[in-house]
């Protein structure tokens, strides 16, 4: 089954304690990204990645790091994480061509910094 | 910058009647792409429907449709048929052609289907 695959579904932690956030996916896509969902704000690309070993910063990276060297995996790394980063997050992927192209989410992971 | 509007934070309707969400969205752009992603209580994100700006046509999947006014940079959602399980959060979202494959979304809209 073609999927995006997050874990942890749920994460508690304390501020300052690192963590990464493991994203999958098994439909050889070039493109994916990360995006943080909170409340009346709607979803915000953190990062994104258009191939191996290519990441670009999205619309709100502060306090994030991603690697992509491999294909198929997108890890979000929290350094040193802080409450402000207590959100709801997506990792997505999809082939890429000229834009437009359906994203596939994962499941999504709901962080919370203590 | 492009900015998506989603004006109505809830909605509800009654099942089987028909709802119409609103969203607006600012762009110099001439080529792109228009969403309505769903998102349940399960938290996953479902594509709805896609639209190509390019195209005139309205897109339509089933009891979903659009109502695309590229000149009055509108697009609205047709639920017809309210099931309960239509009960969700609905995002629209943006996407320019050729960038990023950056979607930037709306701040959502929660829609309630009555029994």
């Known amino acids: 089954e073609a999927q995006v695959t997050q874990n942890p579904r749920y994460l508690i932690t304390v501020t300052g304690k690192k963590l990464t956030v493991t994203c999958s996916q098994n439909?050889?896509?070039?493109?994916m990204s990360w995006y943080r969902q909170d409340p009346g704000l709607g979803l915000r690309q953190i990062y994104y990645?258009?191939?191996?070993?290519?990441?670009d910063k999205g619309d709100v990276p502060e306090g994030y790091k991603v690697s992509r060297k491999e294909k198929r995996n997108f890890p979000l790394i929290l350094e040193s994480p802080s409450p402000n980063q207590t959100s709801l997050y997506f990792c997505a992927s999809s082939l890429y061509r000229d834009g437009g192209e359906k994203l596939f989410f994962g499941s999504g992971t709901q962080l919370s910094v203590l | 910058a492009q900015t998506v509007t989603q004006s109505q934070p809830e909605m509800s309707v009654q099942e089987a009647e028909t709802v119409t969400l609103s969203c607006t969205y600012d762009?110099?752009?001439?080529?792109?792409?228009l969403f309505w992603y769903k998102q349940p209580p399960s938290r996953q994100m479902i594509l709805v429907i896609r639209?190509?700006?390019?195209?005139?046509q309205n897109a339509t999947e089933n009891r979903f449709s659009v109502n695309f006014q590229k000149a009055a940079k509108s697009f609205s959602l047709k639920i017809s048929d309210s099931q309960l399980g239509d009960t969700a959060m609905y995002f629209c979202?943006?996407?320019?052609?050729?960038?990023?494959?950056?979607?930037?979304f709306g701040k959502g809209i929660t829609l309630s289907v009555r029994p």
């Open positions: 439909m050889n896509h070039e493109y």
């Open positions: 639209q190509e700006a390019y195209k005139q």
């Open positions: 979202a943006f996407m320019m052609a050729g960038a990023n494959s950056k979607l930037t």
């Open positions: 762009t110099s752009e001439s080529n792109y792409y």
């Open positions: 990645s258009m191939n191996v070993e290519v990441t």
